[in-house]
């Protein structure tokens, strides 16, 4: 298996919660760090998630064109390509936090895009889509969520979405380090009422936790991973109870009646993900550490290199070294390290699906 299917994909999420470990979400902007997070995959053994944001879907069309609904098309055609190469490995394709100001001119056209496909009887060309209601009133963010939810299923896609605020920023969208960015236990039992659990279409949500974009000196995020599971133990008891209209799906534990994802995960204690995945997280976002990784290479060829890919005092330089390809290999292998070490701390490593 390589591109997931809707079910292969279900199956994955459902194995993981079942299992108690996640996959990465790596995010990627160009063909090049494709490649590198399918590396990093195949090299670890480890199914997962390549995701784009609305910004990486612009920049994929070219920034001439900036043309975000086009570039991810693209992505996700050339994607299908080199993902069918992988043979032991299955890996989904996503689109990350769509804020409000986006849904009509990214992701309700992908879905309407995949609803087409699966008219004619062909997969979609994405397996989900993130809904970024998180800083719209609960209420608010939940009609929006349960509409789309309805898209999702006409287009056999799966929904993500956001409950609280995640604090930093992420393409040019901001949010202070402060309360807002800790969800309720309460927030749990109006998800379900408002998205039941599964029967009106497949979703995971990111309640909040504490979680920043970016990276940051120790000691300035503080995570509260149990928040995550008295998340899950209040709306458990609530659905037992009776108290919300909700249907588990089959085989989900009852102790977790939610698919949870993990935003800002970059520089992340282990400890601290190990408790967010042990409280039923499926799905942890890698960006700025793999940005890191993949441009940490590059930095360390041009400084080596810089009489070589220069041409100083009127000399030639050398055309070896300043080939994109020459940095470009370094670059990948350095971001794909960096995958294989988000898959062994979030346990997915040697767990691909056969």
Request: aromatic share 8%; glycine share 10%.
């Amino acid at each position: 298996m390589t591109l997931a299917t809707p079910e292969r994909y279900a199956a994955m999420l459902d194995a993981a919660r079942r299992g108690s470990y996640a996959y990465p979400a790596i995010n990627v902007t160009s063909t090049q760090t494709l490649n590198a997070a399918l590396q990093g995959l195949d090299e670890a053994q480890s199914d997962g998630i390549i995701q784009v944001s609305v910004g990486g879907a612009a920049y994929l069309s070219g920034q001439r064109l900036a043309d975000r609904v086009a570039g991810s098309i693209a992505f996700a055609k050339f994607a299908h390509e080199v993902i069918s190469r992988y043979p032991s490995i299955t890996v989904a394709l996503h689109t990350d936090h769509c804020a409000p100001q986006y849904l009509d001119q990214w992701v309700r056209p992908l879905l309407a895009y995949e609803k087409d496909q699966v008219a004619h009887g062909q997969d979609p060309l994405f397996q989900s889509h993130m809904w970024d209601g998180s800083g719209l009133p609960l209420r608010e963010n939940l009609a929006t969520a349960a509409e789309l939810l309805e898209l999702s299923r006409a287009a056999r896609t799966i929904l993500e979405i956001e409950v609280g605020t995640v604090g930093g920023e992420e393409d040019g969208h901001s949010a202070a380090i402060d309360q807002r960015l800790y969800s309720s236990p309460e927030d749990g039992p109006k998800v379900v009422d408002a998205l039941g659990l599964g029967e009106r279409g497949r979703y995971m949500v990111a309640f909040t936790f504490g979680n920043v974009h970016g990276s940051y000196k120790p000691g300035v995020v503080k995570l509260r991973p149990d928040l995550l599971g008295q998340i899950q133990a209040r709306t458990a008891k609530a659905i037992s109870d009776g108290k919300v209209d909700g249907i588990p799906a089959p085989g989900a534990p009852a102790d977790k009646p939610f698919l949870l994802v993990f935003h800002g995960g970059s520089g992340s204690q282990p400890e601290e993900i190990a408790s967010a995945v042990a409280h039923g997280v499926v799905k942890m976002n890698v960006d700025t550490d793999t940005q890191y990784a993949f441009t940490r290479a590059v930095a360390g060829h041009m400084f080596a290199n810089y009489d070589k890919v220069l041409k100083v005092d009127g000399e030639v330089g050398d055309k070896s070294e300043y080939d994109p390809r020459s940095w470009g290999r370094q670059a990948e292998d350095g971001m794909a390290a960096r995958v294989v070490e988000a898959c062994q701390q979030l346990g997915s490593a040697g767990r691909a699906m056969r």
